[in-house]
């Protein structure tokens, strides 16, 4: 592998810990975040019990979907894209920005019709990663056809 494919492959695979730490997070959460809180206007104390179960295993849906896909991507990395497969190259940046921009969507969501303060921050950074991912993928295919 050379350089800039070295550079693509140390952001998609930041990228991708940024996914699972998330993952972790919601999966073994016991209650929700402190912008959720904020959110619904109520301590985790204050919500109905039927709630506190859906709202608990959606949050675990939402960190075993992430752990799934950040496994997916760790597993195209160190197989197919490090061998120099073409389809990894488009399947692995996908993969981050399909999670990227659902993860984007929510957030902003409830940014914009909430007074929490959701981390949109780290899903901006994860998708910055996979963007320069690509961009980098792509420049160092490109001067390897020249």
């Known amino acids: 592998m050379n350089t800039k494919m070295k550079i693509a492959f140390a952001c998609y695979f930041s990228a991708g810990l940024l996914l699972a730490a998330f993952g972790v997070v919601y999966l073994f959460r016991a209650e929700f975040m402190p912008y959720h809180s904020v959110a619904v206007g109520m301590p ?46 488009w399947t692995v ?29 780290a899903v901006a950074i994860g998708m910055l990663l996979t963007v320069i991912g690509f961009l980098v993928s792509l420049s160092a295919r490109n001067s390897e056809k020249v």
Do not use: E
């Open 93 to 121: 940046p996908l993969l981050g920005l399909l999670q990227c921009a659902g993860g984007l969507y929510a957030m902003s969501h409830v940014a914009l019709n909430t007074t929490a303060n959701p981390p949109v921050w």
């Open 44 to 89: 985790w104390a204050d919500v109905p019990p039927n709630f506190k179960i859906l709202i608990v295993a959606l949050m675990r849906a939402v960190g075993g979907a992430n752990i799934a896909l950040a496994t997916a991507m760790f597993i195209l990395l160190i197989v197919p894209f490090r061998a120099g497969a073409r389809w990894a190259l």
